[in-house]
C-alpha cells in the first residue's frame, strides 16, 4: 500500500501569467510571517505572475486581515485573488481562540462576499514550534514546509477557476 502523504497534490502546470494577486500579512510574528510571505511570492513568480502583478500591504495583527483585505480588493478591482497570511500562537489566555475564529469566519465571508478568491494564510498553532515548522524554519533539524507555497497556488487555482 502507498505510504500516507500529508498534504495538498497541486495541479500540474499552473500559470499565473497575467493573474494580479495581492498578499495582506500581518507584522504580529513577522519572523515567521516573512518567511510566509517569501515563500508565497516565490511560488508566485515561478508559477508566471509577474512582480508588478504582486501587491503586497501589511497591518497590524490577524484580527485586521478580514477588513484589510476586503478594503484592498475594493480598492483594486483589478485583483484575482487575495492571500491574507498571519500567525496566530496560542498564548495563556483566551484571545487566541476569539481572535483564531473571528479572523477565518470574516476572511470566508470577504472572499463570498466579494466574489474574489481569498486564501487562508493564517496558521493557528499550539506552539512557536508548529509555526516555524509550517513556515520552513523549524528547529533542531525538523525544518518542516513553507504552506506559503500551497497558499500560492491555491490562489492561481482559485482566480484561474473565477475567470471561467
Ligand atoms: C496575531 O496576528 N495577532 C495577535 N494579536 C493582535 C490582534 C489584533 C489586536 C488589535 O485589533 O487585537 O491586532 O490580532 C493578539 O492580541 C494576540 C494575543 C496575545 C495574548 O495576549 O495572548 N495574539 C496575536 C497573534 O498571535 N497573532
Not at 480588493?73 to 481562540?97: N, W, Y
Amino acid at each position: 500500500m502507498a505510504e500516507f502523504e500529508k498534504g495538498v497534490v497541486p495541479r500540474k502546470d499552473l500559470n499565473g501569467a497575467g493573474l494580479r494577486i495581492l498578499i495582506v500579512h500581518t507584522r504580529w510574528n513577522l519572523s515567521i510571517v516573512d518567511p510566509l510571505v517569501k515563500g508565497t511570492i516565490e511560488t508566485l513568480r515561478s508559477a508566471g505572475v509577474t512582480a508588478e502583478n504582486i501587491l503586497v500591504r501589511d497591518v497590524p495583527g490577524a484580527f485586521e486581515l478580514p477588513f484589510a483585505s476586503q478594503q484592498l480588493l475594493r480598492q483594486h478591482p483589478d485583483v484575482d485573488a487575495c492571500i491574507s497570511i498571519g500567525v496566530l500562537i496560542k498564548g495563556s489566555t483566551m484571545h487566541f481562540e476569539y481572535i483564531a475564529d473571528s479572523t477565518c469566519h470574516g476572511l470566508m465571508r470577504v472572499g463570498l462576499d466579494s466574489g474574489k478568491p481569498v486564501v487562508l494564510g493564517v496558521l493557528t498553532c499550539l506552539t512557536e514550534d508548529q509555526a516555524f515548522e509550517r513556515a520552513g524554519i523549524g528547529r533542531q533539524g525538523h525544518a518542516g514546509h513553507n504552506h506559503g507555497i500551497d497558499w500560492a497556488q491555491a490562489a492561481i487555482e482559485m482566480a484561474l477557476l473565477n475567470k471561467k
